[in-house]
């Protein structure tokens, strides 16, 4: 069991906190055992939108698997120093300094900031408020131009919208992409990745049409990527026959279910190779029996 905390301001933003309280939510539905807790410094917090939330005045304990998010708020509310106590300024320093990971979103980046979270990390935050917090934080390497960036457990987001697509991150580092993508489809939302990578990994492009047996197919493809899947089991699997899924496969899709299982396959050898690993290692830990495919399919999308 894993919780995820909040910690609420006054004059915070709805969206900051409800899209990725959301992807939890619907991640913790799908058997995935997340606890949401929500605490402030007062009961009942008023919001930007007029809605006053209620809320726990007592932290729970946390573990180094618990996640810590600060949503945004309006900064004008506040002034330079912004809401976030001394106290629960400290909370988040501590449980980065166990391991756990803290998160921002919009806003929320400069309690991190205080907290001295953003110390010699690049960071990002709303683009209305990035150039103050560089100011503020001169330590820190504030991003432009980029819905969320990721240091060394320390997460900050855009804002807004962005907070889902942040919160979706998470669950696939955590879990893997097939999850944020079952998620995802959940919440009739994309996910996107910060600028430095792709931003929209190949679970999530070709998900946006709407046929159930291909949606099965994609499923099974996408847990079970780097196996051997007979088109057999593939056409069983979404409930038609093998030359009516090859048909509507490509008509959802643009691709076959062969050529959506070598794009997975190559998607993550080039993630493996990233992170150090020899061309022939990832080719065997995706599938290929060797890697001359890989290179050539590599080839391909270049």
Not at 121 to 147: K, S
Not at 149 to 171: E, F, N, P, Q
Not at 178 to 201: F, I, P, W, Y
Not at 273 to 301: C, K, N, P, Q, Y
Request: aromatic content about 4%; hydrophobic content about 45%; glycine content about 8%.
């Amino acid at each position: 069991m894993a919780r995820v905390v909040f910690l609420l301001v006054p004059q915070l933003h709805l969206l900051d906190l409800a899209g990725p309280a959301q992807v939890f939510s619907t991640a913790a539905d799908l058997g995935h055992d997340y606890r949401l807790h929500y605490v402030a410094e007062q009961a009942s917090v008023p919001t930007v939108q007029g809605v006053p939330l209620g809320a726990e005045t007592r932290w729970p304990e946390l573990t180094r698997d618990d996640l810590l998010v600060v949503p945004g708020w309006r900064p004008a509310a506040h002034g330079p120093a912004g809401p976030v106590g001394p106290g629960d300024l400290r909370r988040l320093a501590a449980h980065h300094a166990a391991g756990g990971v803290v998160a921002s979103i919009c806003a929320g980046a400069y309690a991190l900031g205080r907290a001295g979270l953003l110390d010699g990390r690049r960071c990002t935050t709303h683009h209305e408020v990035q150039d103050d917090l560089a100011r503020r934080h001169p330590a820190a390497r504030v991003v432009r131009d980029v819905l969320y960036v990721v240091d060394d457990r320390v997460v900050t987001s855009a804002g807004i919208a962005s907070g889902i697509d942040v919160a979706l991150h998470l669950l696939a580092t955590r879990h893997g992409p097939a999850v944020a993508a079952r998620v995802a489809r959940s919440l009739v939302v994309h996910t996107r990745r910060n600028g430095d990578e792709q931003q929209a990994s190949a679970m999530l492009r070709h998900r946006s049409h709407l046929s159930d047996a291909a949606h099965r197919v994609q499923d099974v493809i996408d847990a079970r990527f780097p196996e051997k899947l007979p088109l057999a089991e593939l056409a069983a699997a979404g409930g038609v026959a093998e030359r009516t899924l090859t048909r509507l496969f490509r008509q959802a899709t643009g691709l076959t279910p062969l050529g959506y299982q070598q794009l997975l396959r190559v998607e993550r050898a080039e993630h493996l190779i990233g992170h150090g690993s020899t061309v022939e290692a990832a080719a065997r830990a995706v599938g290929f029996a060797d890697a001359r495919m890989l290179r050539r399919l590599r080839a391909r999308t270049r």
